[in-house]
């Protein structure tokens, strides 16, 4: 057991992130989101504060490149570039920001940008300009908040894609944001040394997962799909507006 060995984490914990690391991996490679804020949300109580969003961006690059890996053949790759760019952007902004926006007010504002964009018309994220744009904001905000791959989904939503097409594409853009934002915060100084192992070790079962949730995929329609993707990322927008309203109050 000294593989899951890291400081300031118990075994108990570590393994429960296993497991949990498996289960969430199952709902985004099935659903298309919420796999990472819910990840989020079990290592906001499992492990110390001042590690959560270095590991769990570290965890979530194995996570999302192995969904990659599995639908590589469905990744809209015209998006790819122009999104890196603007995550290189933001994450490095966001790196450098030594005061912190007010947190309330960004998920707020944030929760109502995905309603908009799912329940909305379009606003034309294919160009370039404005994939680059939500690359941007999304690295600068996950460098505070750990889990933006709702708001990125949001985005890639409006392209109309098909539901494997769907994930691919965004599985591939959060492959980009996580390793910029941990070369970044590598680069400010943290080390991912002592949480090594537990981090192979959740994506490890985090693959797991993800085989699991693509049999899922294969088995419903675009429509369901998208019905599916709409309702989870409301909800998830609400729980913003509610986390945000709480912070503001």
Same mark, same amino acid.
């Given at each position: 057991?000294?593989?899951?060995?890291?400081?300031?984490? +118990?075994? @108990?914990?570590?393994?429960?992130?296993?497991?949990?690391?498996?289960? *969430?991996?199952?709902?985004?490679?099935?659903?298309?989101?919420?796999?990472?804020? @819910?990840? =989020?949300?079990?290592?906001? @109580?499992? /492990?110390?504060?001042?590690?959560?969003?270095?590991?769990?961006?570290?965890?979530?690059?194995?996570?999302?490149?192995?969904?990659?890996? $599995?639908?590589?053949?469905?990744?809209?790759?015209?998006?790819?570039?122009?999104?890196?760019? !603007?995550?290189?952007?933001?994450?490095? $902004?966001?790196?450098?920001?030594? @005061?912190?926006?007010?947190?309330? /007010?960004?998920?707020?504002?944030?929760?109502?940008?995905?309603?908009?964009?799912?329940?909305?018309?379009?606003?034309?994220?294919?160009?370039?300009?404005? +994939?680059?744009?939500? !690359?941007?904001?999304?690295?600068?905000? +996950?460098?505070?908040?750990?889990?933006?791959?709702?708001?990125?989904?949001?985005?890639?939503?409006?392209?109309? =894609?098909?539901?494997?097409?769907?994930?691919? *594409?965004?599985?591939?853009?959060? /492959?980009?944001?996580?390793?910029?934002?941990?070369?970044?915060?590598? $680069?400010?100084?943290?080390?991912?040394?002592?949480?090594?192992?537990?981090?192979?070790?959740?994506?490890?079962?985090?693959?797991?997962?993800?085989?699991?949730?693509?049999?899922?995929?294969?088995?419903?329609?675009?429509?369901?799909?998208?019905?599916?993707?709409?309702?989870?990322?409301?909800?998830?927008?609400?729980?913003?507006?509610?986390?945000?309203?709480?912070?503001?109050?």
């Amino acid at each position: 057991m000294e593989f899951f060995a890291s400081p300031e984490i +118990t075994l @108990v914990a570590s393994l429960s992130l296993v497991l949990v690391s498996a289960a *969430t991996s199952f709902l985004t490679a099935a659903a298309g989101i919420g796999g990472g804020i @819910v990840l =989020l949300s079990v290592m906001a @109580v499992l /492990v110390p504060a001042t590690v959560i969003i270095p590991i769990h961006g570290a965890v979530q690059i194995g996570s999302n490149l192995g969904r990659t890996a $599995l639908m590589l053949p469905y990744v809209e790759r015209s998006i790819l570039l122009p999104f890196l760019l !603007g995550t290189v952007l933001g994450a490095s $902004l966001g790196g450098m920001t030594a @005061v912190q926006l007010p947190p309330g /007010v960004l998920k707020i504002g944030l929760a109502f940008f995905i309603l908009w964009s799912v329940w909305g018309r379009s606003f034309g994220t294919s160009g370039k300009l404005a +994939t680059i744009g939500t !690359g941007m904001v999304s690295s600068f905000l +996950t460098m505070f908040f750990g889990a933006t791959g709702t708001f990125v989904s949001a985005m890639v939503k409006t392209l109309k =894609l098909g539901r494997m097409e769907h994930v691919a *594409t965004h599985s591939a853009c959060m /492959v980009a944001q996580h390793a910029v934002k941990v070369v970044v915060f590598g $680069l400010l100084g943290f080390s991912f040394a002592p949480y090594l192992g537990l981090v192979i070790a959740m994506v490890t079962s985090g693959f797991i997962g993800t085989l699991l949730g693509k049999r899922f995929l294969l088995k419903i329609s675009d429509n369901k799909f998208h019905q599916i993707l709409s309702l989870l990322l409301s909800v998830l927008a609400m729980r913003l507006v509610y986390e945000g309203w709480m912070l503001l109050s």
